[in-house]
């Protein structure tokens, strides 16, 4: 019985040590293969900006759905910084507030830094926060050359990610945002310049690595 | 071969930076807005509602439209137009290019034909009043016993231009006023004409009986204002 004993024991031992050998010391949740550590994600994906304020955004336009471009880099295994780029339209539906505009083309290129969180192997979670500057093309129904207004986006976001592979992932976010632009006019100033939205959106994730990192 | 290209493409550079140059296109002001306040009532001091007021870019030019709104209740306008910076600005009420015209009130417009990058960002026009319009039957005839008469008939146009405060100058007055000229003789006794008229606004009659000396005679049009007859 003692021999049965000792050898059962030896037995775990050794499975356990082969185990330690398979998973290396420094492998994070984060990494869906541990041996291959994340080091950099892509995402392009589709949003739909909504206004939440009583401001010209959201009170006088109708968005088109937009799309995104990030790329994001593991400077930690969870956290990451990255850059994007951003790109809707908007119909002005009310001129009444704004001015003959007829349409606008918003385009935001930003920087952010995100928390990246595995929950299992599949499902993982994406905080961020970001700042952008925002530019604004502006169309004039009788006048051929659009004129530009500019300014500065502050943005969370949260994103719930799938993977289906070690490569590629699909996700749904959520990114509330303020938008500060700069237009001059006393009366009007908090309706023309300061704006809530938010960009509700789905894409995909494109997941490459340190191979044996 | 090579200095060719380059001197063609060169060539094709100038042209369009020229071009861009001299173009007459409408620019308008990046980063600014005008916000545009009144109080709109009749000559009665009615308050007008539903009335259409739109900011363009020069007098002729009803097309350009930088901004538009119609009065609200108790006659408030307020709204926000674009700026041009290579063009002036005018406020319209109740312009006949809108389709919510309005053809029983008057058409006003405040003009300030200043062309310049730095406009101010609010223009409270306080209260502004549109005269109703009446239809006015006009009638002169020549009696028996004349020979001949020269006849200026002036009277004010359904729409009315106003400067910006100190910019009067730059107003060209005669737009506010028409004239008519005719002459009443055997081969045209007699003169008819129907008009649209503000009221309160008069109509001068200049007459000249028998290349006698001129004289003249005034009638306001009031709201029961509806034919006007001469015997000269």
């Given at each position: 019985m003692k021999n049965i004993i000792l050898l059962a024991f030896l037995f775990s031992i050794s499975l356990v040590n082969a185990q330690q050998e398979q998973?290396?010391?420094?492998?994070?949740?984060?990494?869906?293969?541990?041996e291959d550590p994340e080091t950099v994600f892509f995402g392009l994906s589709f949003y739909f900006p909504n206004g939440l304020s009583d401001s010209s955004l959201g009170n006088d336009y109708t968005f088109d759905a937009g799309i995104q471009f990030e790329v994001n880099v593991f400077i930690t295994p969870q956290f990451v910084a990255g850059v994007y780029g951003k790109w809707h339209e908007g119909e002005v539906s009310?001129?009444?507030?704004?001015?003959?505009?007829s349409e606008s083309n918003f385009s935001e290129y930003g920087l952010s830094l995100g928390y990246y969180q595995a929950i299992n192997r599949e499902f993982n979670y994406f905080i961020t926060a970001s700042i952008g500057g925002v530019s604004v093309r502006n169309t004039v129904p009788f006048s051929p050359d659009s004129f530009r207004e500019n300014g500065t986006s502050y943005k969370v976001g949260g994103e719930l990610g799938y993977r289906f592979n070690q490569t590629i992932a699909f996700f749904a976010k959520v990114s509330p945002y303020y938008l500060n632009l700069d237009i001059?006019?006393?009366?009007y100033n908090d309706y023309l310049n300061n704006h809530f939205l938010v960009d509700v959106g789905f894409g995909l994730r494109v997941h490459l690595h340190n191979p044996n990192g | 071969m090579r200095k060719n290209y380059v001197a063609a493409i060169a060539m094709v550079f100038l042209i369009q930076f020229f071009s861009s140059c001299n173009s007459d296109d409408v620019l308008v002001t990046e980063n600014k807005r005008t916000a545009i306040f009144a109080t709109l009532v009749d000559s009665n001091d009615v308050a007008l509602h539903d009335i259409p007021v739109n900011v363009t870019t020069?007098?002729?030019?009803?097309?350009?439209?930088?901004g538009a709104s119609i009065s609200k209740a108790g006659g408030s306008v307020d709204f926000v137009s674009l700026v041009s910076y290579n063009r002036g600005i005018v406020v319209n009420f109740?312009?006949?290019?809108?389709?919510?015209?309005?053809?029983?009130f008057m058409t006003l417009s405040y003009v300030d034909q200043r062309e310049f990058?730095?406009?101010?960002?609010r223009i409270d026009l306080d209260v502004v009043k549109l005269s109703p319009m009446q239809d006015v039957n006009i009638r002169m005839n020549r009696l028996p016993e004349t020979n001949s008469v020269e006849l200026q008939l002036q009277y004010y146009n359904a729409r009315q231009l106003i400067a910006f405060d100190g910019y009067?100058?730059?107003?060209?007055?005669?737009?506010?006023i028409k004239n008519d000229y005719l002459r009443l003789d055997e081969e045209n006794p007699s003169f008819e004409k129907s008009l649209r008229l503000p009221v309160g606004s008069p109509v001068k009659i200049f007459y000249s009986v028998n290349d006698g000396d001129e004289k003249d005679s005034t009638i306001m049009v009031t709201s029961t204002t509806s034919s006007v007859n001469l015997e000269f």
């Open positions: 998973v290396p010391q420094n492998a994070h949740r984060n990494s869906y293969n541990p009310n001129i009444e507030k704004i001015g003959n505009i001059e006019n006393t009366a | 020069n007098i002729a030019e009803d097309y350009n439209i930088l109740n312009p006949p290019s809108s389709s919510d015209y309005d053809s029983n990058m730095d406009r101010e960002e009067a100058d730059l107003l060209p007055e005669f737009q506010n």
